[in-house]
T-cell receptor, first 112, second 113 residues
Framework: AQKVTQAQTEISVVEKEDVTLDCVYE???????LFWYKQPPSGELVFLIR??????QNEISGRYSWNFQKSTSSFNFTITASQVVDSAVYFC?????????FGTGTSLTVIP | SQTIHQWPATLVQPVGSPLSLECTVE??????LYWYRQAAGRGLQLLFY??????ISSEVPQNLSASRPQDRQFILSSKKLLLSDSGFYLC????????????FGSGTQLSVL
């Protein structure tokens, strides 16, 4: 069975602090894809990143970075020097075949 | 470029009334299509997905149904709405190839009163 767990329900940080959002996944498939999406207050989900199961290289995009570790089945997301505009709900997702499995989301509030 | 349209943005319906939400995708062929529901503003629950015209897979038994009458059109329906059907409904599409990104529409906020 496929499953994504985001244990952090809500996180609050003060602006400019770093914050890491955790994501743990379960799958028996050897080929799979992992995603992070951002849902701002407007409601529409915005794609942030996709990784496939064969590529464990960490990735950095501006203030965002992702740490993929197959050994611990984790795909954590770090925001460096957080800003108020980062306030949103963040979803981690797993894809095998045609289906996407989402975690329950982490609500991040960045306090000015 | 590909775009996804979902409407209406908000909808208020009485209990027992019918429902029809429509979603269309432009700029791509044979997409995989999905309906998700987000209750209480949090987790995403997959309701239906479709890999082709007339092919619908249901993930959760309920009083909702979905249809795909055309390649890029996906419709979510109900004959009689329940209070528990209230929520934020999101349509999404992904390329038919494995590992493609999921692209979401802007969502419909449904309130059943």
């Amino acid at each position: 069975a496929q499953k994504v767990t985001q244990a952090q329900t809500e996180i609050s940080v003060v602006e400019k602090e770093d914050v890491t959002l955790d994501c743990v996944y379960e799958t028996r498939d050897t080929t799979y894809y992992l995603f992070w999406y951002k849902q701002p207050p407007s409601g529409e989900l915005v794609f942030l990143i996709r990784r496939n199961s064969f590529d464990e290289q960490n990735e950095i995009s501006g203030r965002y970075s992702w740490n993929f570790q197959k050994s611990t089945s984790s795909f954590n997301f770090t925001i460096t020097a957080s800003q108020v505009v980062d306030s949103a709900v963040y979803f981690c997702a797993l894809s095998t075949g045609n289906q996407f499995y989402f975690g329950t989301g982490t609500s991040l509030t960045v306090i000015p | 470029s590909q775009t996804i349209h979902q409407w209406p943005a908000t909808l208020v319906q009485p209990v027992g009334s019918p429902l029809s939400l429509e979603c269309t995708v432009e700029g791509t062929s044979n997409p995989n299509l999905y309906w998700y529901r987000q209750a209480a503003g949090r987790g995403l629950q997959l309701l239906f997905y479709s890999v082709g015209i007339g092919q619908i897979s249901s993930e959760v038994p309920q009083n909702l149904s979905a249809s795909r009458p055309q390649d890029r059109q996906f419709i979510l329906s109900s004959k009689k709405l329940l209070l528990s059907d209230s929520g934020f409904y999101l349509c999404a599409w992904s390329p038919e190839t494995r590992g493609g990104k999921l692209f979401f529409g802007s969502g419909t906020q449904l309130s059943v009163l």
